[in-house]
Each structure stands twice: as structure tokens, then as C-alpha cells.
């Protein structure tokens, strides 16, 4: 359990770093950058997110993405993520945590993943809300074949070191305001 209340102090600081960092210009940096950076997975099918309290916002990303794109939908505790075809005029309902989810479940499977988190490190790993969703979710995928997870952040979010078990799962790279990094 000691895990637990490491991640736990960690997403205290990520969050309140999250919340500081949150501007429409940061937004709109972040935006660019992710676009860039999709720009040569335009055809593959792309699972984004629907941006809650503070998170980055890749709604306008996900619109003008040409392939597919789905949006992820809890189906249960401890239940890896299931992906729906979204598109900005789909009918919505609200999902768990307060995130909209689209009304007809048309179930897509992303090639690439844009992640959502609360705080990241150098080595690619991410802090998220704690319920191992996402963890799940991309073994599952690179367990059927490649997918490329991207997660998508502010620079503020960063953590010196995100404590991490065996479950936790290592992005591919991390897009921020100021660009792409890559993990090995």
C-alpha cells in the first residue's frame, strides 16, 4: 500500500501543477504541437478523450483527424477501456466522471491513443486518476499489436520521478505545449 500513498501525494502536486498551468494559449500551444505530431498517423484509427476539470483539450485535434477516432468508455471497475466512434456532431450522454460519451456504441480499436494524465516523468510514465484504466487498456492493445500511446500534458505536470508498479504501463511519448518528447 505504499504505492498507493506515494501516487497519491504525487497527483496532489500534478493536479494543483495542472490547474496552475491551464490557459487557453496553453491549450492552443498543445494543440499545434499534438497535431504535428499525428500528422504522420492521419489515416490510423486515433482514440482521443473528452476533456474534463483541467486537461488539455484535444477536441480540435480530434476533429480534424481524417481517420477513425473514438473516445474512451469506462465499462466497469477494473475493466480495460472500450473505444467509440466519436465525431464533433455524434449524439452524447454523460459517462463516468462527468466525461461525455457517445450515445450509439460503435466500437472502434485506436492505433494510436492520446492519453490523458495528471503528471508524468522523463522516463515515460504517467500519473493518472488512479483507477488503472489506461493501464489496462494499452496492454490489452500492444498485446493484439502496435499501438503508439502519446500522452498529452502541460510542462508543468512533470514529476521528478511518477512512483510506478508493476502494472503501470510506459507511453511512447508525451506531447506538450512545447513539443513532443520521446521515450525510447
Do not use: N
Not at 22 to 39: I, N, T
Not at 68 to 84: M, N, S
Not at 93 to 122: M, Y
Amino acid at each position: 500500500m505504499e504505492i498507493d500513498l506515494q501516487k497519491s501525494a504525487a497527483r496532489k502536486l500534478a493536479f494543483a501543477a495542472r490547474k496552475a498551468a491551464k490557459s487557453g494559449a496553453r491549450d492552443a500551444a498543445a494543440q499545434a504541437q499534438l497535431a504535428a505530431a499525428l500528422a504522420p498517423y492521419a489515416q490510423d484509427a486515433l482514440a482521443g478523450y473528452m476533456p474534463i476539470r483541467t486537461e488539455v483539450d484535444p477536441l480540435p485535434v480530434m476533429e480534424a483527424h481524417a481517420g477513425q477516432v473514438g473516445v474512451p468508455v469506462i465499462r466497469g471497475a477494473g475493466q480495460p477501456l472500450e473505444f467509440h466512434r466519436w465525431s464533433h456532431s455524434c449524439a452524447l450522454v454523460d459517462g463516468p466522471f462527468g466525461a461525455q460519451v457517445p450515445r450509439d456504441a460503435e466500437v472502434i480499436t485506436p492505433r494510436v491513443v492520446i492519453v490523458p494524465l495528471v503528471g508524468f516523468d522523463a522516463r515515460g510514465y504517467r500519473l493518472g486518476y488512479g483507477g488503472g484504466f489506461y493501464d489496462r487498456t494499452l496492454a490489452l492493445l500492444r498485446a493484439a499489436g502496435p499501438v503508439l500511446a502519446l500522452g498529452y500534458a502541460f510542462d508543468a505536470q512533470e514529476l521528478s520521478q511518477v512512483p510506478i508498479d508493476q502494472y503501470d504501463q510506459r507511453l511512447d511519448g508525451i506531447v506538450t505545449e512545447t513539443g513532443l518528447r520521446r521515450f525510447g
